[in-house]
């Protein structure tokens, strides 16, 4: 299966230039670090977990920034009716869990339209806009902190997927 949109290249954000170009320039950059540690893996070695007792595995993480995009940008900084995709209340790391009856090529697809819905989702607001969904903490959130969070949670969780890509074949880098 070839999967599309994975770039050659990892983008590079701007090294100059105002705040919100830099915040976007650093989270396209981890969303295509996502992508790239995943390239040329079949599904098998995409739910490959890299160390027991951990069951945490490439496929995982991509399913779980799917659900994190969406709870972020389309329920709390839009207001959307936006359930959950992989976990639920009962199963809170449902998102985590992978079958053989998953593919990446799904979950991919899922990621990727969840992106996009995202970049829909900040494209016309400033990054002081308040959120118009609730948190289930009460607190609000301006689009920069939610901006900044996701570049943290995918920072944490690339250095996840480089160590489980890397216990997988031993690829290490961007």
């Known amino acids: 299966m070839t999967i599309p949109e994975i770039p050659a290249k990892i983008p590079s954000p701007p090294t100059t230039g105002g705040e919100r170009a830099m915040l976007e320039g650093w989270l396209e950059q981890h ?14 070695q995409l739910r490959e977990a890299s160390v027991p007792p951990s069951d ?4 995982g993480l991509v399913r779980h920034m799917a659900d994190v995009e969406r709870g972020w940008f389309r ?6 009716d936006a359930p959950p995709i992989h976990y639920s209340d009962d199963d809170l790391d449902g998102d985590f ?6 593919t990446f090529e799904a979950a991919y697809a899922t990621w990727q339209h969840e992106i ?23 607190e609000d959130f ?11 949670e995918y920072a944490r969780h690339n250095g996840h ?5 890397q216990a997988i074949d031993g690829a290490t880098g961007d």
Request: a negative charge.
């Open 31 to 44: 969303r295509a670090v996502l992508a790239a540690k995943c390239a040329g893996l079949d599904d098998a």
């Open 142 to 152: 301006n689009l920069r902190w939610i901006m900044t969070h996701m570049i943290e």
């Open 97 to 102: 869990r992978v079958t053989e009856q998953d």
């Open 75 to 80: 329920r709390v900084l839009a207001g959307e």
């Open 161 to 165: 997927a480089d160590l489980i890509r």
């Open 56 to 59: 945490l595995t490439l496929m």
């Open 116 to 138: 996009e819905r995202a970049r829909e989702a900040a494209a016309s607001r400033s990054l002081d806009d308040p959120n118009l969904g609730a948190h289930r903490s009460g």
